[in-house]
């Protein structure tokens, strides 16, 4: 009954239908617990079988759209999902989809799952290579892995002790206002470049670097993107400020963010100081 449980917030997390508080501690656990990594993983491409299949309830599949459109990296795997089940039905047509089964936990990941996806052996892969090409396989692969790569220089550019990188032509400098208001201020245009590794936004500090800070960048949706926890502002010329250092991957421009901060407290909870509108383009 546990898994069950477990399995349902999965799914609703990825649907979007958890509330922030709820999301936050999802993620953090993926982050910090590779088998339950796993278990999101291989939920997720449950969701996208039952989508491929026509199997969503109304329900789900109002909120799978909704959820699945709104970035072109979601939207790609709904594709490549498509692509495969194509080719699925093509090369299987006597398989009947299968309803998702639950799996004990694998040190093989996602393939080790037994759902439409997964009754190809290798062999079949490589036919899969041929009808649809290697890029469309390596598509899919980055897709499912990326996040976790670009998530990992994320909080690599993050940590304590971490270097600050100056602006030049691979480093974007924004400077944003202090932390001392309430609500969402001004948009903030962030033009990047191909050249553009990373994004940097630099916000002044009042309190002098006594605060922790925890972070949430999100889409204009609500969807989040990232969150950090434990940032910490430098000291900058004398002055204190948090420095949010953000690999330019992570963004899709053009779209609008959110990015909200909030002040820890000695007792674990937060306390939200402002939100920054954020519209990121890109010039060739």
């Known amino acids: 009954m546990k898994d069950i449980q477990h399995e349902r917030v999965i799914r609703r997390y990825l649907l979007g239908e958890l509330d922030e508080r709820e999301q936050e501690q999802l993620e953090q656990r993926v982050i910090t617990d590779p088998n339950y990594k796993e278990e999101v993983l291989i939920t997720e491409e449950e969701l996208l ?61 996602l393939f080790s799952v037994k759902g439409r996806f997964h009754q190809f052996s290798i062999a079949a892969l490589i036919l899969i290579v041929a009808a649809v090409g290697i890029g469309a396989v390596l598509t899919y692969w980055l897709i499912t892995h990326k996040w976790r790569a670009d998530y990992d220089t994320l909080v690599a550019l993050n940590q304590s002790g971490s270097e600050v990188l100056q602006p030049n032509g691979s480093v974007i400098s924004v400077s944003l206002p202090p932390l001392l208001f309430r609500g969402p201020g001004e948009r903030k245009n962030i033009n990047i470049t191909k050249q553009t590794k990373t994004v940097q936004l630099r916000l002044p500090d009042s309190s002098g670097g006594t605060y922790s800070f925890h972070v949430i960048l999100k889409h204009s949706d609500g969807s989040v993107v990232f969150t950090l926890d434990d940032l910490r502002a430098r000291q900058i010329d004398q002055h204190s400020i948090l420095v949010l250092q953000i690999p330019a991957k992570m963004l899709t421009p053009p779209q609008d963010y959110q990015l909200e901060i909030s002040e820890k407290h000695p007792d674990g909870t937060y306390e939200n100081l402002g939100t920054y509108p954020l519209h990121v383009t890109e010039t060739p």
């Open 49 to 109: 079988e039952e989508f491929v299949n026509g199997t969503l309830p109304p329900r789900d599949l109002e909120s799978f759209t909704r959820v699945y459109s709104s970035s072109p990296a979601l939207r790609r795997k709904v594709k490549i999902a498509q692509a495969l089940n194509r080719y699925a039905a093509k090369q299987s047509p006597v398989v009947q989809p299968m309803a998702p089964k639950r799996r004990p936990k694998s040190p093989s990941g």
